[in-house]
């Protein structure tokens, strides 16, 4: 029994009593607390959370994915931007047709430098009336916002660079919107937009001025 003494007979035969050792078993749970980690036999189940965000998207119906898109959507320009837009390109192509006529039109066998202009014009006539006339119950136009302002500032820069070639040939403007549309429009790094613009200068040069031999105004 494990109480009892067990007597072992030693040298000289002295009877000596010692007690009778008990076997301890250690439990899986004893192990893991003595050793501050899980039992090597009996390791801890891992119990993993259910990911339902993968699922969400896929939960939902085309109907509720159109509302959301609704929701999400930049407000709309409405009625009175559209025929503003409508004024404006029909100014545009009023104001080509003029010029264009100016150049003078030619016929189609021989034309002169106003016929491309000038059909170009026409047909910004066209799309204003258009837009005036069926454009003011639709509003898949955006907004004017502080986004469409370097859009303006973009297309004014255009406008410059094709007003300096004429005068002081195409290197210093091109290198001028290049820097522009970079470094303010496009927020590059002045580093880059160096590298850039001087490239892309040069690459204009060799290709249209020396390979291609344009006839393009030039200051070298």
Known sequence: MDGQRRQ?????????????????????????????GSHPLHPEPTHQAPDHGHHLVDDLTPEDLAAQWEQEKPPAAGPGANIASAIVVTAIGIAGTI??????LGSPADPEPGLWPFLISVLLIVLGI????????????????????????????????????????????????????????GKETWRMTALL????????????????????????
């Open 8 to 36: 072992v007979q030693g040298i000289g035969g002295e009877v000596r009593h010692r007690p009778r050792r008990r076997v301890v078993t250690s439990s899986p749970d004893a192990s893991r607390r003595a050793t501050g």
């Open 130 to 185: 258009a837009l005036a006339l069926f454009g003011r119950n639709v509003l898949d136009a955006e907004k004017f916002s502080r986004s469409s302002l370097q859009v303006a500032a973009g297309l004014g820069s255009l406008v410059v660079f094709t007003l300096l070639i004429g005068r002081i040939g195409f290197e210093i403007p091109a290198l001028l919107l290049n820097v522009i549309w970079l470094r303010f429009l």
């Open 99 to 104: 010029g264009s006529l100016g150049l003078g």
């Open 197 to 220: 613009s001087v490239g892309i200068t040069t690459a204009f040069y060799l290709l249209f001025v020396l390979a291609l031999n344009v006839p393009i105004p030039h200051l070298f």
